[in-house]
Every structure is written in C-alpha cells, then in structure tokens.
C-alpha cells in the first residue's frame, strides 16, 4: 500500500500496480503447498527432530531484489483467516516475551531493549545482544540441542551488507557492528511452550549468569 500526497505521483504508482501480473493457479497451489509446510515446521517439536529435512528450504541471504505479484481469492482468504486470528497470536507472542525479557533484564552479560513506559510490543522475536560472542555460540548450539531454535538475523550490520559507499578500513558505525556481531533473536511465536521458555531461560543463565 502506497499512500501519497502528489496527485502525479499517485497516478504513477497506480499505473505502476495496474502493470502487476495477478498470481497463476501454479502459484496458488504453491503458496498453499508452502504455507501448510510452514505451519507445521515452525513448532519447535517438529523443527528439532526434522531439521535436516527443513533446513535445505530455508533462506540464507540477503535479498536485493523481489519481483511483485498480484493478490488472489486464495490470499485474500488466508489474510482474513490470520487476521481472526490475531489478537490470539499476539497475546501468546506477548506472554512469552513479557516472561524472557523481565527474566533476562537481571543478567550480566546481555543486552536487552529498552521498553519505552507505555508501550506494549509485540515481540515478533526477542533481540538479546550477548557481548561475548564465544558464549553466543555456546548458548545457540545449546539451545538447538535442546530442541529450540534461534537465529542471528543480521551478521553483519546494513552498511557492511550493501556498498554504500562507507569506507572500508574504517567503520563508521562501530556501535551497530557490535550490536550485529553479538545478535540472536529468541522465538516467541505462539508455539513456543512453557518448557520451551524455561529452556531457554534455564540455558542463557547456565552459560552467561
């Protein structure tokens, strides 16, 4: 969605969206095919002990570049099924990160955000920034042994990704290169389990605290 102030530039914008093919049938099914896979693979009961299965599908770089589709009945459908859904979702996700981030805050070795009075996040994922990037490995290795899978993000910070010009001997951001180095993301989707909160908890302790 595109929302704009010049009446010329709308005008390129809906001609640039009238240009966009609609999704094939192909692709429908795909999408289909896709998203079932997906439900199932993102439960950490599953995810462990099929990893070597799933992990060949996963998406490793970066992407420059997408090529836009046009909606469908299909998508629509899922859309509205998901947005039922949503407000169940987000209070799962909520209380798993409300739990990791008050048990964490406490813990030496690791940095948490800052949740601003008022606020109330979401927690797609919670960021943890470990500052010894020895014990970061040890506690993804750890937890993955352990059937819970975390992810790094970004290795590097957005400006050693793309070449924006920066120099390359010096680093003009230093702060954002630490924070990319030290980085891992904890799950907090609506299938992650008491257990597997405590695992985690129970881990980052063992090895940081």
Do not use: C
């Not at 795909?30 to 009961?45: D, H, Q």
């Not at 695992?199 to 063992?206: A, F, G, H, V």
Request: charged share 25%.
């Amino acid at each position: 969605m595109a929302t704009v102030s010049d009446e010329r530039i709308a005008r390129l914008v809906a001609e640039e969206a009238s240009n966009i093919r609609n999704q094939t049938l192909r692709q429908n099914v795909r999408i289909w095919g896709t998203l079932a896979l997906m439900s199932g693979a993102v439960r950490p009961e599953i995810y462990g002990p099929l990893y070597r299965l799933i992990a060949p599908f996963k998406s490793t770089t970066v992407h420059d570049h997408f090529e836009p589709t046009g909606g469908s009945p299909l998508i629509a459908r899922l859309g509205m099924e998901q947005l039922a859904a949503l407000e169940e979702q987000v209070t799962a996700r909520r209380k798993n990160g409300d739990v990791l981030h008050r048990e964490l805050s406490d813990i030496k070795g690791i940095t948490l955000p800052r949740i601003l009075k008022g606020a109330r996040p979401s927690y797609n994922h919670l960021p943890i920034v470990v500052e010894e990037p020895r014990l970061l490995a040890k506690i993804q290795r750890t937890l993955f042994d352990r059937g819970v899978d975390t992810a790094r993000m970004y290795l590097k910070p957005i400006h050693r990704i793309y070449d924006l010009g920066y120099p390359k001997d010096t680093d003009p951001f230093p702060a954002a290169s630490r924070i990319a180095e030290g980085l891992m993301v904890l799950p907090t989707h609506p299938g992650v389990r008491q257990e597997d909160v405590e695992t985690m908890l129970e881990t980052i302790r063992s090895i940081v605290g």
